[in-house]
């Protein structure tokens, strides 16, 4: 089982990004699909969700959207509108009936 994030890197404020997140050794669409960030000293963050829904916590709805693509077996995150606070590593995560996986996380850093 492996969920591996990846198109991180440096965007200058106004930016766009998108990051992926394959997922090998499971089937994505049976799992409720997270993006989850953390920035240097603080705590982790809930990005965004997909299930059935979408939700988002408020300091990126109308910026950020995930999506998945269950053929591909793989979650995205396109982020719009890149503000510095921001910046963070994201991780994807996997979660359905106690199951939970996480993957690596990929550096986003927004700055000018």
């Known amino acids: 089982v492996q969920l591996q994030a990846s198109g991180g890197g440096l965007v200058q404020p106004g930016g766009s990004l998108r990051l992926s997140c394959a997922a090998s050794?499971?089937?994505?669409?049976?799992?409720?699909m997270y993006w989850i960030r953390q920035a240097p000293g603080k705590e982790p963050e809930g990005v965004s969700c997909?299930?059935?829904?979408?939700r988002y916590t408020p300091s990126v709805k109308g910026r950020f959207t995930i999506s998945r693509d269950n053929a591909g077996n793989t979650l995205y995150l396109r982020m719009n509108n890149l503000k510095p606070e921001d910046t963070a590593v994201y991780y994807c995560?996997?979660?359905?009936?106690?199951?939970?996986?996480w993957g690596r996380g990929t550096q986003v850093t927004v700055s000018s």
């Open positions: 995560n996997a979660y359905s009936s106690g199951v939970n996986y």
């Open positions: 050794g499971f089937t994505l669409d049976d799992y409720a």
């Open positions: 997909i299930d059935g829904d979408t």
